[in-house]
């Protein structure tokens, strides 16, 4: 069966929370990767941070970023 792009991304675990800078675990390399995401709260999918790296059916499905719960 082929890969296809979907939504089904896995989701990155949140290190921690800078203003809007994110700071994840990268569920592909296991590296800490850091975004800044568009709106606090809400999920986010997001190309890995490795992805010069990674294979490009990673880069295309990237991970879910969710911060709810995670700021003050
Ligand atoms: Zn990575």
């Known amino acids: ?3 296809r792009m ?3 991304a896995p989701e990155a675990a949140v290190l921690a929370v800078h203003g809007r ?3 994840v675990a990268c569920p592909y ?3 800490a990767h850091s975004h800044s995401v ?6 986010e999918r997001h190309a890995p941070g ?3 790296f990674t294979s490009p059916q990673h880069r ?3 991970y879910w970023i969710r911060t709810e719960g995670k700021t003050r």
């Open 1 to 3: 069966m082929a890969p």
């Open 6 to 8: 979907s939504a089904d």
């Open 21 to 23: 800078r994110v700071e």
């Open 29 to 31: 390399c296991g590296n």
């Open 38 to 43: 568009e709106h606090l709260g809400t999920p």
């Open 50 to 52: 490795c992805g010069m």
């Open 60 to 62: 295309l499905t990237g």
